[in-house]
């Protein structure tokens, strides 16, 4: 919180759940910082939310990379993919920001859903206007949800083009509060290149305090801090939900499914696991739906 109660600062730094990420896919230089940056972007806007509620932000752009989605929770789960990770793209110098546009298009939506649990979400689009991700969400938060935000998110890559750290920052007017100028202020630094600078000292070792005084210090002032938690890469896939989505193909396609090929293999988008199916278990399933099916109407 800021000194007076006028802001809430929220920063993470997210190396290793981007790392596991990019080494899930196979993802290098831009497609590597791309998934850094949206699951950063997605474990700050899961801040706002309550209990197990979860975030699924999605960037959709025109450029080669196709479509990043993430999802995030206020546990500090994160998961996320892009559409093309083997995306060849130039790497930024080691230590400094890599522009993501050309990867990722100038034009395009950016998605963000809140499922608040019981059936219950909401959420809204905005257009790309930059291609960066973070300043993407930044302007989502201002003029979708309507909340003076100021956010900006970095991932780092070694002369190799490998993924070695990753960090954000999240600043929001409390209601009722007028920190405009400050806000304005912190935006401006934030996009200076202050945050890069500081996540190559302090994100690789976690160090929250040292990187918000190193980049919001010289423009906030002193910030009090309420909470910390942990992050990580988490994917809830299963077996079982796995076959639960081969029922949902139904008993014509599964059953042509058990002529021509006698097997099934369903990949999760999210974490790359993948789940075999024998003949006799796609027929399990082909019968249970017959079962649940009821008599015809």
Do not use: W
């Amino acid at each position: 919180m800021l000194e007076g109660g006028t802001a809430r600062v929220v920063a993470v730094t997210s190396t290793g759940v981007a790392c596991e990420a990019a080494r899930r896919h196979g993802a290098t230089g831009a497609a590597a910082v791309a998934l850094g940056r949206g699951l950063t972007a997605g474990l700050l806007l899961a801040t706002l939310t309550k209990d197990d509620e979860r975030v699924t932000l999605q960037v959709m752009g025109d450029g080669p990379l196709g479509s990043l989605t993430v999802d995030a929770s206020a546990a500090g789960t994160a998961r996320a993919y892009v559409k093309n990770p083997r995306l060849s793209q130039p790497s930024a110098p080691a230590g400094q920001r890599l522009e993501l546009a050309a990867a990722i298009g100038r034009s395009g939506l950016i998605s963000v859903v809140r499922d608040l649990g019981l059936r219950d979400t909401f959420g809204g689009q905005t257009p790309i206007v930059s291609g960066e991700v973070d300043q993407d969400v930044e302007h989502y938060l201002n003029t979708s949800e309507q909340v003076d935000s100021a956010l900006a998110c970095d991932a780092l890559l070694d002369d190799s083009g490998q993924l070695v750290a990753a960090a954000g920052i999240l600043v929001q007017a409390l209601p009722g509060s007028v920190v405009g100028p400050q806000l304005e202020a912190a935006r401006a630094h934030l996009r200076s290149g202050a945050l890069a600078q500081a996540v190559a000292v302090t994100a690789p070792e976690g160090d929250l305090e040292g990187l918000i005084a190193q980049v919001l210090g010289p423009t906030l002032g002193h910030v009090q801090l309420l909470n910390v938690r942990p992050v990580r890469f988490h994917c809830p896939c299963s077996r079982s939900r796995a076959g639960a989505s081969l029922s949902l193909l139904g008993q014509a396609e599964l059953a042509e499914m058990i002529l021509d090929d006698g097997r099934a293999e369903v990949t999760c988008n999210f974490c790359g696991s993948r789940y075999e199916f024998t003949e006799a278990e796609l027929e399990t399933i082909r019968r249970d739906l017959d079962k649940t099916a009821g008599p015809p109407s």
